[in-house]
């Protein structure tokens, strides 16, 4: 969406939240565009619109530390996933060897969820719960 944008068939004039701040401001270009708008369309309601985004997926507590204790209360017993993630962490002794850099968080973090999935889904569930207590 543009910061400015006629919707015809809802007859209205759209407009981003960062744009109604800088239209806030008398004799800004937003101002006179917005002005522009309204003497074009002089019935059409001007409205704020929200993002349609999907809000990221959060994962609050999630550290490298959380990872680590669950890997070792749900790794095999020859410890294959541990070594990999310290492989990728940069921690393990051949990573220290080869000077290899630890990979970013974003990574690591699709790495554990494809490791773990049931983790990812008991998490997910349990933020839809609290969004849903919110909403009530």
């Known amino acids: 969406m543009t910061n400015l944008t006629i919707n015809n068939k809802a007859r209205t004039i759209e407009m981003t939240k960062k744009f109604e701040k800088a239209a806030s401001r008398f004799g800004s270009d937003e101002y006179k565009a917005l002005q522009e708008a309204r003497r074009d369309n002089p019935t059409y309601k001007v409205i704020v619109k929200t993002s349609t985004a999907k809000s990221k997926e959060s994962f609050k507590g999630l550290t490298y ?3 680590k204790k669950y890997i070792a209360a749900h790794d095999d017993k ?4 541990m070594a990999e993630f310290e492989m990728l962490r940069g921690t393990s002794a051949e990573a220290k060897e080869m000077n290899a850099a630890a990979r ?4 690591m973090k699709k790495w554990f969820f494809d490791k773990y999935p049931a983790f990812k889904e008991f998490t997910e569930n349990c933020n839809k719960a609290l969004k849903k207590e919110k909403a009530a």
């Not at 020859?78 to 996933?81: M, N, P």
């Not at 970013?104 to 990574?107: F, K, S, T, W």
């Open 104 to 107: 970013p968080y974003g990574e």
């Open 65 to 67: 530390d959380y990872m």
């Open 78 to 81: 020859d410890k294959t996933i």
